[in-house]
């Protein structure tokens, strides 16, 4: 059993298109994270949230503890946000979702 | 500030060989989280050490072994390589272990195991 769901495992967007990302998981946690992977594998964290909501530029995650529950919405995709985004929940330590492979066609 | 770095970038190992890898975190920084990555399973934590001690171990087998100097910088060893073992190998610094602290990654280590 995993204890963090991701949804969906792959996403094809046209250029200017409204994304969203959903992150579910099953245990207590004291803080979620978003992540983002590039082809060649290096990582940046992009959100770091234990409640509410966050926004960096056309990025914005939300996290709803009572219902377990993340998502993270990237407003007027572009090419560039094409990436691997990873959902990741801290407990004692971090458990991960398997991912969701975003890419933005021009 | 540098980010976090891991030597070396690229190995090559033969079944039942030996690695080390290496990781130095950013400045000020006193937890590394060393995980890896494989397309079948995706990313798992291996351990995290802050201070020199280990803190939380993952689900690994004990030939994944890791420690930890006094500058901050973490080692991580794998003894008797398995074909399985072919991975990408991340590390990542943060300030402290909790889990509200932003975690760093570095490039990471492809090992291919022959």
């Known amino acids: 059993k995993n204890e963090v769901e991701q949804s969906p495992q792959n996403l094809t967007a046209q250029e200017g298109e409204f994304i969203t990302i959903n992150c579910s998981y099953s245990v207590g946690i004291s803080a979620l994270h978003w992540l983002q992977q590039h082809p060649g594998g290096g990582i940046v964290s992009l959100f770091m949230l234990s409640s509410g909501k966050k926004k960096h530029g056309r990025l914005i995650a939300t996290i709803n503890i009572q219902e377990k529950h993340s998502s993270l919405h990237i407003t007027a995709s572009h090419p560039r946000d094409s990436a691997v985004y990873i959902c990741?929940?801290?407990?004692?330590?971090?458990?991960f979702g398997t991912g969701t492979s975003l890419t933005v066609i021009p | 500030k540098a980010g976090v770095t891991q030597t070396p970038r690229y190995l090559i190992k033969t079944r039942g060989q030996q690695v080390t890898l290496s990781c130095s975190p950013i400045?000020?920084?006193?937890?590394v989280s060393w995980y890896q990555q494989t397309p079948g399973q995706g990313l798992q934590f291996l351990f995290e050490?802050?201070?020199?001690?280990?803190?939380n171990k993952g689900n690994f087998p004990g030939r994944f072994s890791g420690r930890q100097f006094s500058n901050s910088r973490s080692e991580m060893n794998v003894s008797t390589l398995e074909l399985g073992d072919s991975a990408l190998y991340l590390c990542?610094?943060?300030?402290?272990?909790?889990?509200?602290?932003?975690?760093?990654f570095g490039p990471g280590t492809r090992l291919t195991v022959t």
């Open positions: 050490y802050f201070s020199e001690t280990q803190r």
């Open positions: 400045s000020g920084h006193r937890s």
């Open positions: 990741a929940v801290r407990r004692n330590q971090f458990y």
């Open positions: 990542a610094s943060s300030l402290g272990t909790s889990g509200s602290n932003e975690q760093y």
